[in-house]
């Protein structure tokens, strides 16, 4: 069926419309002279144009055909290496890299605007550049002057794609129990020796180099993740020698067939050390922090896919009579016509619209948190990606999943082969709910290490602000109730003092995200609502309607789980 397209006045409406990104863009020195409305559409429409011609087309065949191994190499799908030479040519991969590395020094926020409509166009291909601007931030902040000298421009540009190799076949999520190896050597660079699993892009012939960003152990490190490293080992050498790093296989995955997912093997390969030896995790989370980000919008941009084929289908396809239309006798009504499919469509395009002004905000704060001239303008935008991260990157993920089979079902029998591509959304989005630290893991982050440590100070003051910048009545009321909720409840009942069990906090985590996520929701409404004018259409009203009253079952649940024994 028809392939994703992007709609270039979606996205400048939130940016220009509802959040005033060029006014914000303005107070920032670095920022002033992109502060253009006119340049920051036309780039967003260039970008709409790549994605919608180049990059979409490939989805299906990258699907079907897949990435293949073979003696230890791996062969993208038909199109996928052109496709990715255009992109880093014409300059995409660079637009937020700074200009002394090669880049255009353009705000973070257009980045996700263009990541955002790669990966509803094709996730699998969109997999390979993900990882880019973390690499690069990474070796920028924590390298040596010998390691940007070599890798800087490359991955500023894209030219050189990278890897974030973590996980191991006896450690997941838990990275103290990494065992993977780097030995001294006399020359200042290391051995490391080891096997690393689930490496997106480990290997594929995209790009001519590929910069492996691997965590190992040096010999006395002690145990856990302070002992870890971060080191950096290239497939070629800078004389152009291979390294010793071998792809030993690709996993054989429920989806997201066009982006290989491999088992490296590292064989005594020559590394070099990024950062202070046993400060790897340190290193590394500043690239783990943006491919967080990029996680969530992986969500925003899969549903709004899956959404653009269902609301396509329900205005062509006739079944039935609806509800209270005048349709002659024997006719058949379009199922866009029928309430169940209203709320199916309804409810996702409410989450569409409302992830996309979150996690814009969101990018937007990674710029001011890095170039605003006021300290505490710069401390406010780093409590708002600290805290809003983790949400968008578990909540919009998993509606991604449970929107796209709902999307599914519009299609009836039609969705569940692939004729009509809605199941390839369906497959491809599952992963995202694993990404980055599983969904569960980012609700424990939010709750127990970002929250209760400082006494939901940090949190109140988030909500506070949100309720001060809400129009609508029903948000601030809402806003409000979880603050006192947070400040009577969930604080005092989970402190030292408290009378909750030791692991109570964990057992309300998810449940106290989702709560977050629907506030932020009804946030964002109310911003779109007060942008909106002209009687523009608006999913404002399924929000309220239909996914609103989740947030009442949320703080049941919550006050179920406080008031146990």
Not at 368 to 392: E, F, G, M, N
Request: proline letters at 5%.
């Amino acid at each position: 069926m028809n392939a994703y397209q992007p709609h270039a006045a979606e996205h400048t409406f939130v940016l220009f419309d509802v959040l005033r990104a060029h006014e914000q863009l303005a107070e920032l020195p670095a920022m002033a002279e992109h502060a253009d409305t006119a340049l920051l559409t036309q780039v967003i429409e260039e970008a709409g144009k790549f994605v919608g011609e180049v990059v979409a087309p490939l989805n299906r065949e990258g699907d079907e055909v897949g990435a293949q191994w073979r003696n230890g190499a791996v062969t993208m799908p038909p199109g996928f290496r052109d496709a990715y030479q255009a992109f880093w040519q014409a300059g995409w991969p660079s637009l937020a890299s700074a200009t002394e590395d090669g880049g255009q020094g353009l705000p973070c926020v257009l980045e996700a605007v263009l990541h955002e409509m790669l990966n509803a166009a094709n996730h699998g291909w969109t997999m390979a550049p993900g990882l880019l601007h973390g690499a690069y931030e990474c070796i920028r902040h924590h390298g040596s002057d010998a390691l940007k000298a070599r890798y800087l421009d490359k991955l500023a540009s894209g030219e050189w794609l990278a890897t974030m190799c973590l996980t191991e076949p006896h450690a997941g999520s838990d990275l103290g129990l990494a065992s993977t190896r780097a030995l001294p050597l006399p020359d200042g660079h290391y051995a490391l020796s080891g096997t690393k699993i689930f490496i997106s892009g480990g290997d594929h012939d995209l790009s001519d180099n590929i910069v492996h960003l691997v965590l190992a152990r040096l010999p006395d490190a002690p145990p856990g993740p302070k002992g870890l490293s971060l080191f950096v080992v290239p497939k070629f050498e800078a004389d152009g020698s291979r390294s010793a790093v071998h792809c030993e296989r690709i996993e054989e995955k429920m989806g997201l067939h066009g982006s290989p997912t491999c088992v490296m093997r590292f064989d005594a390969a020559r590394a070099a050390i990024i950062g202070e030896p046993g400060k790897g995790l340190n290193a590394m989370f500043v690239m783990m922090n943006s491919a967080r980000l990029l996680v969530g919008l992986q969500g925003v941009g899969l549903l709004d896919a899956a959404w653009q084929k269902a609301s396509a289908y329900a205005q062509e396809r006739r079944q039935m009579r609806a509800p209270g239309t005048s349709s002659k006798v024997g006719e058949a009504d379009l199922i866009a016509l029928h309430p169940a499919m209203q709320r199916i469509l309804g409810t996702q395009r409410a989450w569409i619209d409302a992830g996309r002004v979150i996690a814009y905000r969101t990018a937007l704060e990674l710029d001011i948190q890095k170039h605003h001239p006021d300290a505490a303008r710069r401390d406010a935008a780093a409590r708002w990606c600290s805290l809003v991260t983790p949400v968008l990157k578990s909540a919009w993920t998993e509606q991604a999943f449970s929107g796209a089979s709902a999307c599914l079902q519009v299609f009836g029998g039609h969705g569940y082969v692939r004729e009509w591509g809605i199941e390839q959304h369906v497959r491809d989005a599952r992963v995202s709910m694993i990404y980055e630290g599983t969904n569960e893991i980012q609700a424990i982050d939010l709750l127990v290490r970002k929250t209760l440590p400082d006494g939901a100070a940090s949190l109140r003051a988030l909500l506070a602000e949100l309720a001060e910048d809400s129009a609508d009545p029903r948000a601030r009321a809402a806003l409000e109730r979880f603050e006192h909720f947070v400040r009577h409840a969930v604080v005092a009942a989970t402190t030292p003092q408290g009378t909750a069990s030791v692991d109570r906090p964990y057992w309300l985590a998810d449940d106290f995200l989702r709560a977050l996520a629907l506030l932020l929701m009804a946030w964002a409404w109310s911003r779109i609502a007060a942008a909106e004018s002209g009687g523009k259409p608006s999913a404002g009203a399924a929000f309220w309607r239909w996914v609103w009253p989740e947030f009442e079952m949320r703080m049941t649940l919550m006050d179920n789980t406080l008031a146990e024994a």
